[in-house]
């Protein structure tokens, strides 16, 4: 079982930056892909980014590929998304999950989710 518990929201600018971290628990952080998903207000879960177990494989949604990098540190058992040219429609809820699909997109691959960090850009 992963326990994962993300970090690092907050209030930006829009055209800002700012990165958010997963922290799980648990020996097995490595065996399992992991993925950020976000939710607006008033809106569903939507898939953001995902990356393999080794780090060797990432996806984006299209709406962030090019702005967003996923990344991890499987020595600190950290997932991070690093989010460049922040716009007001980036405003969510973020969430990181852990699944042993390698670039899944789906909500319904994931097995594990933390709890959510807010991130909120302004215009």
């Known amino acids: 079982q992963v326990q994962l518990v993300e970090s690092g929201g907050g209030l930006v600018q829009a055209g800002g930056s700012l990165r958010v971290s997963c922290a799980a628990s648990g020996r097995t952080f490595s065996s399992y892909a992991m993925g950020w998903f976000r939710q607006a207000p008033g809106k569903e879960r939507e898939f953001v980014a995902t990356?393999?177990?080794?780090?060797?494989?990432?996806y984006y949604a299209g709406s962030v590929r090019g702005r967003f990098t996923i990344s991890r540190d499987n020595a600190k058992n950290t997932v991070y998304l690093q989010m460049n040219s922040l716009k007001p429609e980036d405003t969510a809820v973020y969430y990181c999950?852990?699944?042993?699909?390698?670039?899944?997109?789906?909500?319904?691959?994931?097995?594990?989710w933390g709890q959510g960090t807010q991130v909120t850009v302004s215009s």
């Open positions: 999950a852990a699944t042993y699909y390698t670039g899944s997109s789906r909500l319904d691959k994931y097995d594990y």
């Open positions: 990356i393999s177990w080794s780090g060797g494989y990432t």
